[in-house]
Structure formats: structure tokens, C-alpha cells
Nanobody
Framework: QVQLVQSGGGLVQAGGSLRLSCAASGRTFGTYAMGWFRRAPGKEREFVAGMRWSGGSTLYADSVKGRFTISRDNTKNTVDLQMNSLKPEDTAVYYC?????????????????WGQGTQVTVSS
């Protein structure tokens, strides 16, 4: 029904920046919400940032507030995550996710579809 394809990621030094992108295809005519999650080595997948269709409602994990920015372009069906002032603690596999119900939020179970994941590594 819906496919999410991610791009971006890579290796950067602490203090650097990266931009992740996620493109949605398929039956995406509804007002779906999008989110970003990450899984650090040896840890569970955790919420990073989310945004509803209108873009007026955004949510960030406390650990990334002021450093990460989520944005979306509904005409292109894409959502981006701009990551600035990166820290070694940000090292993880990052996933984009879509909630076709349009609610989103910070819970894993709220999302219906997931991207393939992309590695972000921040060296000290």
C-alpha cells in the first residue's frame, strides 16, 4: 500500500550535520503523519521527531530539541530530518515511519509503515 524509501546518513565528526530524507509512494492520498525513530547499538528503537500533515504540529524528543528539525513537502510526499550539532550519542540506525491515521506521536505502535533504515555514525 505504502512504501517508504530513505536516503542520506553517513559518517560525520561531532558537531557536524547530516540531512536524512524519506520518500513515500503508493496510496498516500490521505493526511498521514510522519515520524523519525532511531535504534542505537544495544538499545530499543526510540522516537526522535514527528509531524502531522499540516506541519503545524511537531514533536521532538528532549535529546534532540534545538538540534534536529523535521520538515515535509506534501506535494512531493517527502519528509526530511535536518540534524545539526551532532553528538556521538546520536549514532544509530534511523528509520522514517508513516501513520495513515494521521495521528502520529512518539509511540512505535502508532505507525503503519517503515523505511528500510539508514546508518548515522558520529565520531568523537
Amino acid at each position: 500500500q505504502v512504501q517508504l524509501v530513505q536516503s542520506g546518513g553517513g559518517l560525520v565528526q561531532a558537531g557536524g550535520s547530516l540531512r536524512l530524507s524519506c520518500a513515500a509512494s503508493g496510496r498516500t492520498f490521505g493526511t498521514y503523519a510522519m515520524g523519525w525513530f532511531r535504534r542505537a547499538p544495544g538499545k530499543e528503537r526510540e522516537f526522535v521527531a514527528g509531524m502531522r500533515w499540516s506541519g503545524g504540529s511537531t514533536l521532538y524528543a528532549d535529546s534532540v530539541k534545538g538540534r534536529f528539525t523535521i520538515s515535509r513537502d506534501n506535494t512531493k510526499n517527502t519528509v526530511d530530518l535536518q540534524m545539526n550539532s551532532l553528538k556521538p550519542e546520536d549514532t544509530a540506525v534511523y528509520y522514517c515511519a508513516a501513520d495513515l491515521k494521521g495521528i502520529g506521536g512518539d509511540r512505535l505502535w502508532a505507525y503503519d509503515y517503515w523505511g528500510q533504515g539508514t546508518q548515522v555514525t558520529v565520531s568523537s
